[in-house]
């Protein structure tokens, strides 16, 4: 008989087939259609997706506890320091950089600590301004041979030193920079070569041909506002092609020779030249001091003949014999003088030396 003190009635199947199970009906049933997701299901669903993304699965109670609620928040934050982190750059001493506000340029900042927008919006480009960078050419056959404006060819090689001085300019306006600095000091080059005769390049006009290919190329930079500098071209070989290169070595050391005696020649006149001024200045002044010596004396003998004349006017007679006597002391002054006396008489002799007097006198 079937226990009628089970709190559900019936356990089993009764006469009509009913059952008294208070979650309905089961078992058997379940090949019937869908069933509808139990409890149990959702907790599992719940457990998967949090062991996915980091969870640590449904505390004691069946819900998720508060660690599976901060992951995102967690997230969130760690994205925030990174996009702080992306305003803030340096710029090294040898640099400078451009700000750019979505792939437009905005500013150029200088060396230092710099801000700037996060980065989707503003982006940075860095390059190293200060350094000399260097470019040499030549090398090869289409490089280094250049046609002269004497119709020779000359073999060379250079070098370029240049740097950037307006970042903007370097990275906006010309596609690549280096390659156009190249292809400009080749075309400049080849120009002033092509204005200059071969033995003034291999010779004395070297300098020259660099200073002019600096400038010229400086021009043309300029003119493409290509934002560089070009701080020095250096010349490094200029040479005739090599099957006349010593036939061109003769020629050089030729004219160095010549050069050599030139110079000597010079320091030789530069040497004599003074001496001969100088001894031309001396002649000139004894001239113009024998000069004046000379047109003293006579102007005074003149004015001495005036007072005589105008004395003898005044007193011929005695005036010619005063005239006379001065004139016989003048002649007779330095004279052997023999005084001799045809009156002395006989016994005596009329001779009497007055020379050999002075001098027994001047001894004694």
Do not use: H
């Amino acid at each position: 008989m079937p226990d009628n003190n089970s709190p559900w009635g019936s356990g089993g199947k009764g006469s009509g087939g009913r059952n008294n199970s208070p979650w309905g009906s089961g078992g058997n049933r379940g090949n019937q259609g869908g069933r509808k997701p139990q409890q149990g299901d959702l907790d599992n669903v719940i457990k998967g997706f949090k062991n996915k993304f980091g969870g640590r699965g449904p505390v004691q109670g069946g819900s998720g506890g508060p660690s599976g609620r901060g992951m995102p928040a967690v997230i969130i934050g760690a994205g925030i320091i990174l996009l702080l982190l992306s305003c803030v750059y340096t710029v090294d001493q040898q640099e400078e950089a451009v700000v750019l506000r979505f792939g437009e340029y905005q500013r150029t900042a200088p060396s230092g600590l710099n801000f700037k927008m996060p980065t989707p919006i503003e982006t940075v480009m860095k390059r190293k301004t200060r350094e000399v960078q260097k470019i040499d050419i030549g090398g090869t056959v289409a490089a280094s041979e250049m046609l002269t404006g004497d119709e020779n060819i000359v073999d060379i090689d250079f070098s370029v030193l240049w740097r950037i001085n307006n970042l903007e300019n370097y990275l906006f306006n010309v596609d690549d920079t280096d390659t156009a600095v190249k292809a400009v000091a080749e075309s400049a080059m080849r120009e002033i070569i092509g204005k200059s005769n071969l033995e003034d390049i291999i010779t004395t006009e070297r300098l020259k041909v660099t200073t002019d290919v600096k400038d010229l190329m400086q021009a043309t930079l300029d003119e493409y506002e290509a934002g560089v500098v070009i701080v020095e071209v250096q010349l490094q070989k200029a040479d005739p092609p090599g099957e006349v290169v010593e036939a061109f070595r003769d020629v050089v050391n030729a004219a160095q020779d010549a050069e050599t005696v030139i110079n000597q020649a010079t320091e030789y006149a530069n040497k004599i030249i003074p001496e001969a001024e100088g001894t031309a200045a001396k002649i000139i002044q004894d001239a113009e001091a024998y000069q004046g010596r000379v047109t003293a004396e006579a102007n005074g003998e003149a004015e001495r003949f005036r007072l005589i004349f105008k004395e003898y006017k005044a007193a011929p007679r005695v005036t010619r014999q005063r005239m006379y006597l001065e004139t016989i002391e003048e002649v007779y002054e330095n004279s052997e003088k023999l005084v001799l006396d045809n009156d002395a008489g006989s016994g005596v002799v009329p001779y009497l030396s007055l020379d050999e007097l002075k001098r027994k006198a001047g001894a004694q």
